[in-house]
């Protein structure tokens, strides 16, 4: 089908966020106040701090300052994989903390368990499913690399099913696979808008004090406390946690170790029963492929398919604008891409076209520290995987800002710091000799040029 017109009526938004179920927004902050836990940023990251450190001691005094509305940003506008890793996939865990690699996916899958656990417990409608993913190979030089990741996982106690074509077609029928394999227990699949929302409602629920519409504009140690300025009134608070991901960092040294990734997302109209008969996606599995160039998509609970991946666009200067959230060239691309993996689907229309921004590390997994005399906590870098992976940050956090020694804050992966990017121009120049080094493997079987291969040996290679 012409993409072009698949596209034509297509919503310029993101489809989880125009939704009727979308709550009003809840008062700003207007006057002073105190707290004895401040939280910044009402995506993941914040909201689950907030929740968690009220489960733990019911009698704190939280307040949570969103500068827009909760989950307008990277929370509100990704797939909805909650994944168990916590390392952006087994290969970079094993690469960067072989030591500690096993204990990291028994805790991974631990903190998947607890947030399915956490969506029963509060009511929290947003079709969570377990339904693990389909890794699919669309290239034969994918398979090898795959099935030596399967080995290491296996060894490591994680499930998976190795599919042939035959195996992998019978899953979701596509005409591009050559292979695959099922990893079973390691995602589940949800609406990480009414996620966002149900957070919320379960925060206010336990006493937090959630303002929206409330950016923080300055942040000030006074020696005993911090202090943080909005356009109408301060928050005096004992302790400080961020989870502001990608935006200005109210903590300068931030700004060193993250860059902003542009990401890009189509939702399709509902299928029919016959459309969806001719995919088959009877067990509703989240599927990415193989590829460096990576495309992850995903039934929702309608019957409609996100598809979204491919392009990850880092403009230079590392600018964020609203802007960037829309990107014809690539929404072509991907609608190509879909009627390439699903020629079956020839005629369906796309309903809603969005982009939103990545948080992204040179370790390309999340990191963590503190500040302020340890009066402030971060967690940051999630590059894609958030959406299961904030809970474990939003815990590393609530062990920092207590001073605790634990299982979390002794792993070398909590303890260490990836390594900063450098400054402009260079890491634009850089980023971009990545990106374009990243597809010409792609076209040539996977092979690496030697600005990736130097990349890996200075632990910075990226393959997804």
Same mark, same amino acid.
């Given at each position: 089908? #012409?993409?072009?017109?698949?596209?034509?009526?297509?919503?310029?938004?993101?489809?989880?966020?125009?939704?009727?179920?979308?709550?009003?927004? *809840?008062?700003? =902050?207007?006057?002073?106040?105190?707290?004895?836990?401040?939280?910044?940023?009402?995506? %993941?990251?914040?909201?689950? !701090?907030?929740?968690?450190?009220?489960?733990?001691?019911?009698?704190?005094?939280?307040?949570?300052?969103?500068?827009?509305? &909760?989950?307008?940003?990277?929370?509100?506008?990704?797939?909805?994989?909650?994944?168990?890793?916590?390392?952006?996939?087994?290969?970079?865990?094993?690469?960067?903390?072989?030591?500690?690699?096993?204990?990291?996916?028994?805790?991974?899958?631990?903190? @998947?368990?607890?947030?399915?656990?956490?969506?029963?417990?509060?009511?929290?409608?947003?079709?969570?499913?377990?339904?693990?993913?389909?890794?699919?190979?669309?290239?034969?030089?994918?398979?090898?690399?795959?099935?030596?990741?399967?080995?290491?996982?296996?060894?490591?106690?994680?499930? %998976?099913?190795? =599919?042939?074509?035959?195996?992998?077609?019978?899953?979701?029928?596509?005409?591009?696979?050559?292979?695959?394999?099922?990893?079973?227990?390691?995602?589940?699949?949800?609406?990480?808008?009414?996620?966002?929302?149900?957070?919320?409602?379960?925060?206010?629920?336990?006493?937090?004090?959630?303002?929206?519409?409330?950016?923080?504009?300055?942040?000030?140690?006074?020696?005993?406390?911090?202090?943080?300025?909005?356009?109408?009134?301060?928050?005096?608070?004992?302790?400080?946690?961020?989870?502001?991901?990608?935006?200005?960092? @109210?903590?300068?040294?931030? +700004?060193?170790?993250?860059?902003?990734?542009?990401?890009?997302? *189509?939702?399709?109209?509902?299928?029919?029963?016959?459309?969806?008969?001719?995919?088959?996606?009877?067990?509703?599995?989240?599927?990415?492929?193989?590829?460096?160039?990576?495309?992850?998509?995903? =039934?929702?609970?309608?019957?409609?398919?996100?598809?979204?991946?491919? #392009?990850?666009?880092?403009?230079?200067?590392?600018? $964020?604008?609203?802007?960037?959230?829309?990107?014809?060239?690539?929404?072509? +691309?991907?609608?190509?891409?879909?009627? !390439?993996?699903?020629?079956?689907?020839?005629?369906?229309?796309? !309903?809603?076209?969005?982009?939103?921004? &990545?948080?992204?590390?040179?370790?390309?997994?999340?990191?963590?520290?503190?500040?302020?005399?340890?009066?402030?906590?971060?967690?940051?870098?999630?590059?894609?995987?958030?959406?299961?992976?904030?809970?474990?940050?939003?815990?590393?956090?609530?062990?920092?800002?207590?001073?605790?020694?634990?299982?979390?804050?002794?792993?070398?992966?909590?303890?260490?710091?990836? =390594?900063?990017?450098?400054?402009?121009?260079?890491?634009?120049?850089? $980023?971009?000799?990545?990106?374009?080094? $990243?597809?010409?493997?792609?076209?040539?079987?996977?092979?690496?040029?030697?600005?990736?291969?130097?990349?890996?040996?200075?632990?910075?290679?990226?393959?997804?």
């Amino acid at each position: 089908m #012409d993409p072009l017109k698949a596209l034509a009526d297509a919503e310029r938004k993101p489809y989880w966020l125009d939704s009727p179920a979308k709550p009003e927004p *809840l008062p700003r =902050l207007f006057g002073n106040t105190t707290a004895g836990l401040a939280v910044v940023g009402g995506g %993941f990251s914040g909201l689950w !701090t907030a929740l968690m450190a009220k489960e733990r001691d019911p009698s704190l005094d939280v307040v949570l300052l969103e500068g827009k509305k &909760i989950g307008w940003a990277a929370s509100g506008r990704n797939g909805g994989f909650a994944m168990a890793t916590l390392t952006h996939g087994i290969a970079n865990g094993l690469e960067r903390w072989p030591e500690e690699i096993a204990l990291l996916e028994h805790m991974g899958l631990t903190n @998947l368990d607890e947030l399915g656990e956490t969506v029963a417990r509060y009511g929290i409608d947003c079709g969570y499913e377990r339904t693990g993913e389909l890794h699919v190979a669309t290239e034969p030089w994918q398979l090898a690399e795959m099935h030596q990741s399967v080995e290491v996982a296996r060894e490591l106690g994680v499930r %998976f099913d190795v =599919l042939d074509q035959d195996q992998v077609r019978a899953e979701v029928n596509s005409p591009t696979y050559v292979g695959g394999h099922w990893e079973r227990d390691g995602c589940a699949m949800l609406d990480p808008a009414r996620l966002a929302w149900g957070l919320r409602q379960a925060c206010l629920s336990l006493g937090v004090r959630v303002h929206e519409r409330t950016p923080v504009r300055h942040m000030r140690d006074t020696g005993t406390h911090m202090e943080l300025l909005t356009p109408h009134g301060t928050v005096r608070a004992e302790k400080v946690a961020l989870g502001t991901g990608v935006f200005q960092p @109210l903590l300068r040294r931030l +700004k060193h170790f993250l860059v902003p990734v542009y990401d890009y997302a *189509l939702m399709t109209e509902p299928l029919s029963e016959e459309q969806l008969a001719s995919v088959g996606w009877h067990n509703r599995q989240g599927v990415g492929d193989s590829a460096n160039q990576f495309h992850y998509y995903r =039934l929702t609970s309608d019957n409609r398919i996100l598809w979204g991946g491919y #392009d990850a666009v880092y403009y230079n200067g590392g600018r $964020i604008k609203p802007e960037y959230e829309q990107r014809d060239e690539t929404f072509v +691309k991907l609608a190509e891409h879909f009627f !390439t993996t699903f020629p079956q689907l020839s005629g369906l229309r796309f !309903t809603h076209r969005w982009g939103g921004v &990545i948080d992204t590390c040179s370790r390309f997994s999340a990191f963590y520290g503190t500040a302020h005399g340890g009066r402030l906590a971060y967690a940051a870098g999630y590059t894609g995987m958030g959406v299961g992976a904030t809970r474990f940050g939003a815990n590393v956090m609530l062990d920092l800002l207590g001073g605790e020694s634990t299982e979390r804050t002794e792993l070398r992966m909590v303890r260490e710091k990836p =390594l900063p990017f450098p400054p402009e121009p260079v890491r634009s120049a850089g $980023i971009q000799m990545t990106r374009w080094s $990243i597809a010409q493997a792609d076209l040539h079987q996977g092979r690496r040029n030697l600005w990736l291969r130097t990349l890996d040996k200075m632990g910075l290679g990226f393959d997804s």
